[in-house]
């Protein structure tokens, strides 16, 4: 078993409206990094990540899922959440031990309630987000539309990195902002294609919104921006995770689960804008003096419990999130909540 340190570790919760495909977009996660060898389908009962009996047969998540994948010599921990409303303790618990949330807005629907919900509990957080537009290959999708639509609700901050490639049964592609390139899905293969002359100035339009929303907090990137002077990819990249981390700035990601376009462009974009856990400070009470205390992921060893299922044949099985330190084999742990030590 690979052991990573906690800089190439990226926690990623996805959140938002049921049936916005959120359970899709980790599937197709996990098939692109090669973690499965089937692209499952929630409609067909054939779901890694929906598995118990119960979400099999309503075709819908009910409880948080785990999923891993390795990217590039990096973790990406998925956490697949619900969206039905009765469930919105799951999607609160998969935020708390996660570094950023993936927030899902099907391009047919847009906006739902419980979009909005889960980007104000993000919010409290101060959770860094990403929007992943998805199911691109619909029929009667305004790619623009949805944009506007996601600016109108949650800010400027919001800015496309990404823009499709055609539309409804025509959408193969994603055309990269920051690289300024396509990526093209041709026979199950990613090719990578220079900005073709029809697509420049929609391309142009949407770097030009990225532009402007990255050098609003950026002195040194809005005095070249207004001077007219270029502004490198190195230089977008490092302001746009600078933005991601503060909470001012969330990437607009785009796609087709059910086409699995987009993916190997969303698992690049985890790797090298999402936030890693090793510069997150955990604030909680120290069992012995009961104050207040941070600790970073150097500190000694302290943990929570997010998620606790109780399995008829295996028994009950706790999720564990690592807040500092390490954990071995065999450790015995103080409980602050019982007050004693447990194997």
């Known amino acids: 078993m690979t052991t990573y340190n906690s800089t190439n570790i990226r926690n990623i919760a996805i959140v938002g409206h049921s049936k916005c495909g959120k359970t899709s977009i980790a599937e197709a996660c996990l098939y692109k990094s090669g973690s499965i060898g089937r692209l499952g389908k929630t409609r067909e009962g054939t779901s890694a990540l929906d598995y118990e009996p119960e979400e099999i047969k309503r075709k819908m998540s009910i409880n948080t899922s785990l ?3 390795e990217w590039q010599g990096y973790k990406i921990n998925l956490l697949d959440t619900p969206g039905y409303p009765d469930f919105t303790s799951e999607v609160q618990a998969a935020m708390s031990v996660s570094e950023a949330a993936l927030i899902v807005v099907s ?25 992943f537009i998805n199911k691109l290959d619909r029929e009667y999708v305004d790619f623009n539309k ?31 902002l920051i690289t300024m390139n396509t990526k ?26 990225l532009l402007e929303s990255i050098a609003e907090f950026n002195d040194e990137l809005l005095e070249k921006y207004l001077d007219g002077k270029e502004i490198t990819e190195t ?51 120290n069992p012995l003096t009961q104050e207040i205390e941070e600790r970073s992921t150097e500190d000694a060893f302290s943990s929570f419990i997010f998620k606790t299922v109780v399995d008829q ?23 602050p909540n019982e007050k004693k030590l447990n194997d």
């Open 184 to 209: 093209v899905l041709i026979k199950n293969k990613t090719q990578i294609y220079d900005i073709p002359d029809y697509m420049k100035s929609a391309v142009d339009t949407a770097r030009h919104m």
């Open 107 to 131: 391009a047919s629907s847009g906006v739902e309630v419980s979009t909005t919900k889960a980007w104000h509990y993000a919010q409290k957080l101060s959770l860094p987000r990403a929007i």
């Open 67 to 69: 999923g891993a994948c």
């Open 235 to 285: 230089e977008t990249a490092a302001a746009l995770i600078e933005g991601i981390v503060n909470a001012k700035i969330f990437p607009v990601l785009c796609g087709s689960a059910e086409k699995c376009v987009g993916f190997r462009q969303l698992l690049n974009s985890i790797v090298e804008y999402m936030p890693t856990p090793y510069f997150k400070t955990s604030v909680g009470v």
């Open 313 to 335: 044949f295996i028994g009950r099985t706790s999720y564990v999130k690592i807040l500092s330190g390490s954990i071995t084999e065999n450790s015995t742990l103080y409980n």
């Open 146 to 176: 949805t944009i506007d639509e996601l600016r109108a609700t949650f800010g400027k901050g919001v800015v496309p990195i990404q823009i499709p490639i055609g539309q409804a049964n025509s959408f193969h592609g994603v055309a990269d």
